[in-house]
T-cell receptor, first 115, second 110 residues
Framework: NAGVTQTPKFRVLKTGQSMTLLCAQDMNHEYMYWYRQDPGMGLRLIHYSVGEGTTAKGEVPDGYNVSRLKKQNFLLGLESAAPSQTSVYFC??????????????FGPGTRLTVT | DAKTTQPTSMDCAEGRAANLPCNHSTISGNEYVYWYRQIHSQGPQYIIHGLKNNETNEMASLIITEDRKSSTLILPHATLRDTAVYYCIAYPRNTDKLIFGTGTRLQVFP
């Protein structure tokens, strides 16, 4: 199993450009998540999905959109990139929400710089 | 959600036990204690979790005090590869939010 994979690994954007980050998982997980991590900080939840065709807002959703057209894929879009979106983006997946044994599995991250 | 408090950094000699403390004095009865670690900007990795009882797996042990207000993650024989940031998280059932604080940076030295 590849686990959780993310594409691309690195990207540099100019202010105002758009891009899509792709997350894929091969563990048949229902739940998928997008986080961002700024230097020296913990991770913050952007958006998440509880199943194919569903999405929900997390802690810091502004400036991002997501789609979950297939169970194994979760896309994060930046319509008009801003320097404040320079960060490392992590995707994760899990069998279910919450505590009780449903740990999240994380991808390797995408390092995005917006100039 | 309960807030957790961890020391900013700790050192540990290779081969010795690393004991990482976490305070969660406002934890509620339905909140699990989870530990993750992040090695050098990689994606976080799940280590262990518990509710009331102490837990052990192939990676670590988790000791939760009887009043559940604090816990300790124990790496029994730390190696250089255990150098990482360790996050203690209080995680309710049926919630979407893993709230990561800033964690404890553990440095294992030879």
């Amino acid at each position: 199993n590849a686990g959780v994979t993310q594409t691309p690994k690195f990207r540099v954007l100019k202010t105002g450009q758009s891009m899509t980050l792709l997350c894929a998982q091969d563990m048949n997980h229902e739940y998928m998540y997008w986080y961002r991590q700024d230097p020296g900080m913990g991770l913050r939840l952007i958006h998440y999905s509880v199943g194919e065709g569903t999405t929900a807002k997390g802690e810091v959703p502004d400036g991002y959109n997501v789609s979950r057209l297939k169970k194994q894929n979760f896309l994060l879009g930046l319509e008009s990139a801003a320097p404040s979106q320079t960060s490392v983006y992590f995707c994760a997946s899990s069998y279910s929400l919450g505590g009780g044994g449903y740990e999240q599995y994380f991808g390797p991250g995408t390092r995005l710089t917006v100039t | 959600d309960a807030k957790t408090t961890q020391p900013t950094s700790m050192d540990c000699a290779e081969g010795r036990a690393a004991n990482l403390p976490c305070n969660h004095s406002t934890i509620s009865g339905n909140e699990y204690v989870y530990w993750y670690r992040q090695i050098h900007s990689q994606g976080p990795q799940y280590i262990i979790h518990g509710l009331k009882n102490n837990e052990t797996n192939e990676m670590a042990s988790l000791i939760i005090t009887e009043d559940r207000k604090s816990s300790t993650l124990i790496l029994p024989h730390a190696t250089l590869r255990d150098t990482a940031v360790y996050y203690c998280i209080a995680y309710p059932r049926n919630t979407d939010k893993l709230i990561f604080g800033t964690g404890t940076r553990l440095q294992v030295f030879p």
